[in-house]
């Protein structure tokens, strides 16, 4: 059974970094495109970035630029670097794994728990 750990969210004023990580357990990391996800309260689930296996990325328009998505297969771990942060990119972070590149949420089969990211003004 996939196991998906995120850490590193938390306080940051606006312009600040913060860097996500997320665990992954359970299956081989490899094999596996990851995502990012955010849900601000009140808003559905968007997209935020993905790694394919190849390590092909993704973004959406409002991250790119500033945030960066990028995996450890040693460690099974992704990462997500996020700079010059903005108040709207106060969210809850999902890490997520699915067996092919896409931005849609439906094909990820398995996802963490998430990690709330506050970014104050």
């Known amino acids: 059974q996939v196991q998906l750990v995120e850490s590193g969210g938390g306080l940051v004023q606006a312009g600040g970094s913060l860097r996500l990580s997320c665990a992954f357990s359970g299956r081989t990391f490899s094999y596996y495109t990851m995502g990012w996800f955010r849900q601000a309260s009140g808003k559905e689930r968007e997209f935020v970035t993905y790694?394919?296996?190849?390590?092909?990325?993704s973004y959406a328009d409002s991250v790119k630029g500033r945030f960066t998505v990028s995996r450890d297969n040693a460690k099974n771990t992704v990462y997500l670097q996020m700079n010059s942060l903005k108040p709207e990119d106060t969210a809850v972070y999902y890490c997520?794994?699915?067996?092919?590149?896409?931005?849609?949420?439906?094909?990820?089969?398995?996802w963490g728990q998430g990690t709330q990211v506050t970014v104050s003004s």
């Open positions: 997520a794994a699915a067996g092919i590149p896409t931005t849609t949420s439906t094909t990820y089969n398995y």
């Open positions: 790694i394919s296996r190849s390590s092909g990325t």
